[in-house]
């Protein structure tokens, strides 16, 4: 895809959690493109956050701002002064006493981006927010109008989805009430070579596989997508003057069956599972979606087999996995 190249020389946008393995992208690409960038950390002295100062550019325009969700003051002082800001952090956890961070963490994030007069807050919502709703038909397609169903998350414990549902509809809120231009991103699972030094969430979901602590794999399908896709698609839509409402944001769906085969194809080498959890059910089958919206700005997607074979290369290269020769040994 091609991103706008114009000159950004001067903009100075906020990333929260600029640590982090989506932002970390996303800050690098700000980089890239000529923005001044204010990324916020819990820490600006931990080590784990070290990667984000040896990317290019980042000595000239890249500060770290101490701040964390529920404590406006700090996001605040990130915030003023920024022509845009991109809210990506929130704890990926499925703790429930981690919600308030998550919710709170938004209506602070829009309070003060509200208070900076910035051009426009790009929000990473994510699909978790969209398709949890056990009362769609098997013919619904999932598009931006949909939304998860916060009773259904409750009751099957689903807190993560829950937080991200209710934080992104009081992003919505404070958007309406105090006039922020708000675009909300609605990514799938996210998958891609790491910048930052530790495995974060979502690549856990492929690593245990390749560890051989999953012994077998579950029927479920899920959607995935490169983290470089979501941070193009970031830049895109604060950029695009068209830009608005929710963006999900996905490659393709896999079932779990279909994603160890790929993990087969290209690491025979690593114990993978061979045998799905439930041999009694048939195959659950994808939903349908649509990614028409987030395509019509021009993305276009890195295929997911070769998103999965960087992301196994990245997690080798960090040792996070031995190498196939080390393994034969
Ligand atoms: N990865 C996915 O598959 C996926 C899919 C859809 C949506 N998303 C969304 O994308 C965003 C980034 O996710 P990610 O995968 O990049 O996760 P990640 O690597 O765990 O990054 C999350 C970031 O949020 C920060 N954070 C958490 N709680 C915080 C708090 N109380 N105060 C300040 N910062 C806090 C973390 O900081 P610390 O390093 O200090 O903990 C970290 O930098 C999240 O909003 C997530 O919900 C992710």
């Known amino acids: 895809m091609s991103i706008d190249t114009s000159a950004v020389s001067g903009q100075i946008v906020c990333v929260t959690g600029a640590g982090g393995f989506i932002a970390s992208w996303l800050v690098k690409l700000l980089l890239e493109k000529g923005y001044t ?18 990317l290019d550019g980042a000595n000239e325009r890249l500060s770290l701002f101490r ?26 956890t499925d703790d429930p006493e981690k919600m ?27 699909i978790g927010a969209v398709y949890m709703n056990p009362n769609r038909s098997p ?7 949909c939304w998860s169903d916060l009773d259904f998350c409750k009751n099957t414990k689903n807190w993560y989805c829950y937080a991200k549902t209710v934080a992104e509809q009081a992003a919505w ?7 922020v231009d708000l675009v909300v991103v609605n990514p799938m699972l996210v998958l891609g070579p790491l910048l930052q030094e530790a495995v974060n969430t979502s690549v856990v979901h492929i690593m245990k596989y390749l560890t051989g602590s999953a012994k077998t794999y579950v029927n479920a ?13 970031h830049v895109l839509v604060y950029e695009a003057p068209s830009a608005s409402g929710r963006y999900i944001c996905v490659e393709s769906m896999l079932h779990r069956g279909e994603l160890v085969d790929i993990l087969a194809e290209y690491f025979p080498e690593y114990p993978l599972p061979t045998k799905c959890s439930d041999e009694v059910n048939p195959r659950k089958k994808p939903y349908k979606y649509s990614v028409e919206k987030l395509k019509s700005l021009g993305v276009e997607f890195i295929p997911i087999k070769q998103c999965i074979y960087e992301t196994v290369r990245s997690l080798q290269q960090k040792g996070h996995l031995p190498l196939p020769s080390k393994l034969q040994q």
């Open 139 to 145: 013919d619904t397609v999932v598009d931006e109008s």
């Open 67 to 92: 701040a964390d969700l529920l404590d406006f003051e700090s996001l605040k002082a990130a915030i003023m002064g920024c022509d845009g800001v991109f809210h990506t952090a929130s704890p990926m």
């Open 173 to 179: 809120a404070v958007a309406e009430e105090k006039g």
């Open 37 to 54: 960038v204010r990324g916020t950390v819990r820490n600006p002295n931990d080590q784990k956050n070290a990667h984000l100062k040896h």
């Open 221 to 233: 399908v899920q959607g995935y997508v490169d983290v470089r896709d979501v941070a193009k698609a």
């Open 100 to 126: 308030e961070e998550a919710i709170i963490g938004s209506k602070n994030v829009m309070t003060a981006a509200a208070k900076a007069k910035v051009r426009r807050v790009v929000f990473t919502s994510s």
